[in-house]
């Protein structure tokens, strides 16, 4: 048959080295790991990025970094970590875990899964490149508004390489979700009806169909913001009957999916971990998938509460708070709902479990500053100030990032098949804690103040120069945190150290703990029938019963 | 349990310092002392939402302690299972309702507040300002035509209404004491208002990244009586070029024009030359930007005036 002749022809040898297998591999896991491990190189250059602008910032009227610098390294940070952080992180792990969890060989589209990986590797080295561009990188921060973007005030081809990049992550993601979707919808084992989904999978889910929502005005925004500067239109530019908001709509259009597309796959994770670490079932598995789906839906109709000082008028305004308080109900229906997973368990407070329980004091903080932020009436007073650095920073760092780092700890053993170490792992989380709380909550207090976000530098003493020293201080116990972690990887991995992880180290639930750490290509031999969300457990029940 | 002696005793002293500073000022708990009314009412709204989620806070983090520490391993082994509970409805609608709940009063109590915060109380002659955002500092011009540079004078008592534009790109209004931000949007004219209580100055600065300079674009407003008022209009016109070059110009190139981030200008020539000044301060030149594109002819001869007599101290000597 014409199908058997094409798997005849044997791969060339040259594709089977150590190092070129990585260049030409489909493999969803080698994928995965490698959407993990530039993600992880991106975050510490992002980090050192933030370490920079809390230098400058520790005391008043300091010169460590140069105001034409430090708008850079601002811009940079926030792109970096957004961009090239968070969503492709996400990515690695769903391209990693969500084959394995719904008993899949492999994604749906393996090729177009190798693009989406070596696109975004392109867009991240695009927009890190325009560093030596000339005039130097995109200074008109994260969301870069116009008219500051235009290139009457942002000339240089920073901005541009900004643009360039961004279109290129936009494709990647785009080719990832739709990958997403159509494995998770298409490919489940057995016996896996949606009831019986891991919850980290509908998150996956949901994230794949808010980016497909969600990218294309982004796209479209940014190439308006490129044809004014480079072509000649003004859509953005007053003087020649542009308008500014319309770019502010457009932007934030994409920009508030794209939190809720950061933070859905992190509370998957928060799922996954903190039922096998309290040996019990989620706590309301149907209210924690319907709530990921209602945040999903409710996050397309908020947009405009990141606008509230633009002058919407208090009609805009109001529906815009109404809809932002709506969405915090689906998200507290999350938290009670973990919080009562941990009810009556056998607690095992390991590494995961710790960043999980951590994640679940800093994001209740990131979640209810927020409700200070949807009354605009309040907002217009604490907005754009460092009230919302901390706001922000308590969702993504003290949120997602803690969420990443439980989800590192605990999926490290299946990825590379040795544990890392307990002892590590408890001292980075602890040294993490402390030094995330002790930088963002004095944050909360410069924002009340007065202290404006994005400032290079303040001439203010007192309180100000008090909880910015604090504020940096933070920064480094924080910084070291993240060392210990490198460090615990280095053990267990260039030192051998680690212990060699068996199939399921950690008793948990879910079918990638099936298959053996790591898995081999093509992931199972077979796949149980499935009868519960919780495949493993039943197994091991079954096992106990024969025995 | 060493380590977890540690991690209280850093917790502990975190919070000592922070009530320590935070007990000589309001601390940043709440936002700055307001001295307007629309201020006022933004913070009561404030603590309305902080008496609720500061609850939803303790009880939350409250619940999550007393289970880890209720709830947690001992010497119990991995494998024993704890209570298989797969959920409860009527716990579900609980807290579906109370959030609702709770999240209604708040917005009840944000629209019962808002058209204090949100609308000027009427007044027989609201004092009319309208404020320009430039790259980097703020003008004020006042009904009699009087024009002033990031000092902005109103009486006390008075209800101000502000018109808020841009020149150039996005700037964000802000004092603190005097209410909530607005944008100063390039082609959009924005509104907002404050009463100011007492006498004093009120300092603040723009709240939207609008450039190099974001930093240094401060603005203070200075509320006198009625009469200090009237005097420092009327003495506005003969200070403008002083003003001009100390909030505009001296922002990049220094208090005495002898260069920073723009170039010396202490023995530049050109300041001598008024034509080919005033080209540049109002269409900008290279990375200077059109910091006068809307200005007057009156307060561009002040500005030509004040250079050629204070700043410029004669030609280099020797190149």
């Known amino acids: 048959m014409a199908v058997d002749v094409v798997e005849t022809y044997p791969a060339p040898t040259w594709k089977s080295g150590r190092i070129a297998s990585w260049f030409v591999t489909v493999d969803h896991k080698r994928i995965g790991i490698l959407y993990i491990l530039t993600a992880l190189g991106f975050f510490v250059l992002g980090g050192i990025l933030a370490m920079l602008m809390r230098a400058q910032l520790a005391t008043p009227g300091e010169s460590i970094l140069t105001k034409n610098s430090y708008d850079e390294v601002m811009t940079m940070h926030g792109t970096t970590m957004i961009f090239l952080v968070i969503v492709p992180i996400m990515a690695g792990f769903g391209n990693y875990l969500v084959p394995l969890m719904i008993g899949a060989r492999d994604m749906a589209f393996p090729r177009l899964n190798a693009l989406s990986y070596w696109l975004y590797l392109v867009g991240g080295i695009v927009l890190w490149s325009s560093w030596f561009a000339t005039g130097g990188t995109a200074k008109a921060g994260w969301w870069s508004y116009p008219t500051l973007s235009e290139v009457q005030f942002s000339p240089g081809h920073g901005q541009d390489y900004w643009i360039l990049s961004l279109h290129i992550l936009t494709l990647s993601s785009l080719a990832g979700a739709i990958n997403f979707v159509v494995t998770i919808v298409n490919m489940r084992a057995r016996g896996m009806t949606w009831m019986r989904m891991p919850l980290f999978v509908w998150a996956l889910l949901t994230y794949g169909i808010l980016l497909l929502l969600a990218l294309p005005t982004l796209s479209a925004a940014v190439t308006m913001l490129l044809l004014d500067r480079r072509g000649y239109t003004h859509f953005f530019i007053p003087s020649q009957g542009g308008n500014v908001v319309l770019y502010q709509h457009m932007f934030w259009f994409f920009g508030h999916p794209e939190v809720y597309i950061m933070v859905l796959p992190a509370f998957g994770m928060i799922s996954e971990i903190l039922p096998v670490f309290s040996r019990k079932p989620i706590f309301g598995y149907k209210a924690v998938a319907f709530s990921t789906v209602g945040i999903a839906f409710f996050s397309m109709l908020v947009w405009a509460h990141h606008m509230f000082t633009v002058g919407l008028g208090t009609g805009l305004d109001s529906f815009f708070m109404i809809s932002s308080m709506v969405i915090a109900v689906p998200t507290g229906i999350k938290i009670f709902n973990w919080l009562a997973t941990t009810w009556r368990g056998n607690l095992i407070l390991d590494t995961p479990m710790l960043f999980a329980l951590g994640f679940l004091a800093l994001f209740t903080m990131g979640g209810l500053s927020g409700i200070f932020l949807a009354a605009f009436p309040v907002d217009w007073q604490v907005n754009d100030s460092y009230y919302i650095v901390a706001h922000f920073h308590y969702v993504a760092f003290g949120g997602i990032a803690f969420a990443l780092f439980g989800g590192l700890h605990y999926w490290w053993p299946k990825m590379f098949g040795r544990l890392l170490d307990e002892r590590l792992g408890k001292l980075s989380f602890w040294t993490m804690f402390v030094g995330f709380n002790l930088t963002f909550l004095p944050q909360h207090m410069l924002g009340l103040l007065g202290m404006p976000r994005r400032i290079y530098t303040y001439h203010h003493g007192g309180l100000w120069e008090v909880y910015n020293l604090l504020s940096s201080v933070g920064s480094g116990i924080l910084a070291l945190g993240v060392l210990v972690f490198v460090v615990n990887v280095w053990r267990t991995h260039v030192l051998r150290m680690g212990v060699r992880a068996s199939n399921d180290p950690w008793l948990a639930d879910t079918l990638e703990w099936y298959t053996t750490s790591p898995p081999p290509p093509g992931n199972f031999d077979t796949v149980p029938y499935v009868t519960s969300a919780r495949p493993l457990r039943d197994l091991r029940v079954r096992l106990a019963e024969e025995t | ?319």
């Open chain 2, 1 to 319: 349990m060493r380590r977890k002696l540690a991690f209280i005793a850093l917790a502990a002293l975190t919070a000592l310092a922070t009530a320590g500073v935070a007990a000589a000022a309001n601390g940043g708990f709440t936002p700055v002392s307001p001295n307007s009314p629309n201020a006022s009412h933004t913070t009561t709204a404030y603590y309305v939402v902080l008496a609720f989620t500061a609850a939803i806070f303790v009880i939350v983090e409250g619940l999550l302690v007393v289970f880890v520490v209720k709830y947690r391993q001992r010497n119990r082994p991995r494998t024993a299972e704890g209570s298989q509970v797969h959920g409860h409805t009527r716990l579900e609608l609980i807290w579906t309702v109370v959030p609702v709940i709770i999240l209604c009063v708040i917005g009840i109590v944000v629209f019962v507040e808002l058209p204090h915060i949100a609308s000027a109380p009427a007044a027989s002659n609201p004092l009319r300002i309208t404020v320009e955002g430039h790259q980097f500092y703020w003008q004020f011009d006042y009904p009699n035509g009087a024009r002033t540079i990031d000092e902005l004078y109103v009486p006390a008592g008075r209800v101000v209404d502000l018109r808020v534009v841009s020149a150039d790109v996005i700037h964000s209004w802000w004092i603190p004491a005097l209410g909530g931000k607005i944008q100063a949007l390039p082609g959009i004219t924005n509104h907002t208002w404050f009463k100011a209580r007492d006498e004093g100055t009120f300092t603040g600065q723009c709240a939207e990244l609008c450039g190099l300079y974001h930093a240094a674009m401060a603005a203070r407003v200075v509320v006198t009586d009625e009469r200090g008022y009237e005097a420092a209009v009327a003495k506005a016109p003969a200070n403008l070029g002083s003003t001009e070059f100390h909030g505009v110009c001296a922002t990049c190139h220094g208090m005495t024009g002898a260069g920073g981030y723009g170039p010396n200008l202490s023995n530049n020539p050109l300041l001598t030359q008024t034509a080919g000044l005033l080209s540049i301060v109002q269409h900008g030149r290279g990375r200077m930007p059109a910091v006068g594109s809307t200005w007057t002819k009156a307060q561009l001869q002040a500005l030509a005036a004040y250079v050629k007599s204070h700043v410029y101290k004669g030609a280099a000597s020797g190149g």
